[in-house]
């Protein structure tokens, strides 16, 4: 009765050894790739209901005075860049924003810095080179599944790689799948789905590295925890009553 109780508890060690997870299920950009990453090739459009800071700035003071009138809405406290009384203008569904004097002018679809000269092209006709700065103060990217701090954040930069996005939510946990981490997109009103694998450096050149405003990532459970949801409180219990079992049966034999 020993062996076979001794037996036992060797395959359950061997098992509980060989389930777990190895090197390559674990280590990020493990091929020696020479890839570069290119921003430039990647920079997020500006869409419909995005929020946008926007100054306009002059060496006349009084004639940039009626394209900076005083917003009602404050930045976040994560947008402390920017000053909380910047005008403040929301994209319409046209892909508009309404400025003082000028009226509609259509930026959906444009980077923020073609935007940027979009406006200075309309402003020229009231200002002498006019100076024009534009910021997100609605940058959003959720974190979802196997990390430490799953969330949204909102971001005053759209220079923002899936790395940051994961820094932020605190890393992936060990029971999250590296090979597996997904990138949803909305353009133009439609769903994009983008798989990356974070083991290898071909995710540097993923049009998902670089993250677009409303992205969601999500980072899906391993194997190891899928099986681990299996167990129920109450199978739980049945196996310390198994280990119990044992333990009597061996003292009973000796």
Do not use: H
């Not at 090197?23 to 430039?40: C, P, S």
């Not at 900076?68 to 976040?76: A, F, P």
């Not at 020229?124 to 949204?152: C, D």
């Not at 999250?176 to 798989?195: A, C, D, L, S």
């Amino acid at each position: 009765m020993k062996n076979r109780i001794f037996q036992f508890l060797s395959i359950l060690s061997l098992l509980i050894i060989t389930a777990c997870g190895s090197r390559k299920d674990v280590v990020y950009f493990q091929n020696k790739e020479n890839l570069t990453t290119n921003f430039e090739q990647f920079i997020p459009k500006i869409q419909p209901n995005d929020q946008l800071a926007i100054v306009i700035s002059a060496a006349d003071v009084a004639a940039a005075a009626p394209f900076n009138q005083v917003s009602t809405i404050q930045t976040t406290a994560s947008s402390s860049t920017l000053s909380p009384y910047s005008p403040t203008y929301t994209v319409d569904e046209n892909g508009n924003i309404s400025l003082p004097l000028i009226g509609n002018v259509k930026i959906s679809g444009l980077t923020r810095s073609q935007a940027i000269q979009t406006l200075k092209d309309k402003l020229s006709q009231y200002i002498v080179n006019p100076g024009v700065n534009v910021n997100y103060t609605n940058f959003r990217i959720s974190v979802l599944g196997e990390v430490a701090k799953p969330g949204s954040f909102v971001v005053p930069t759209e220079r923002i790689t899936v790395l940051d996005a994961l820094g932020m939510a605190g890393d992936l946990t060990i029971k999250g799948k590296r090979q597996n981490v997904t990138v949803i997109r909305e353009n133009n009103g439609v769903k994009q789905r983008y798989e990356l694998d974070l083991t290898s450096e071909s995710t540097l050149n993923s049009p998902a590295y670089y993250l677009a405003q409303n992205d969601v990532i999500y980072v899906e459970p391993n194997d190891a925890q899928i099986s681990a949801s299996k167990f129920t409180p109450n199978y739980t219990l049945w196996i310390s009553m198994a280990g119990v079992i044992i333990s009597v049966i061996s003292v009973l034999t000796r």
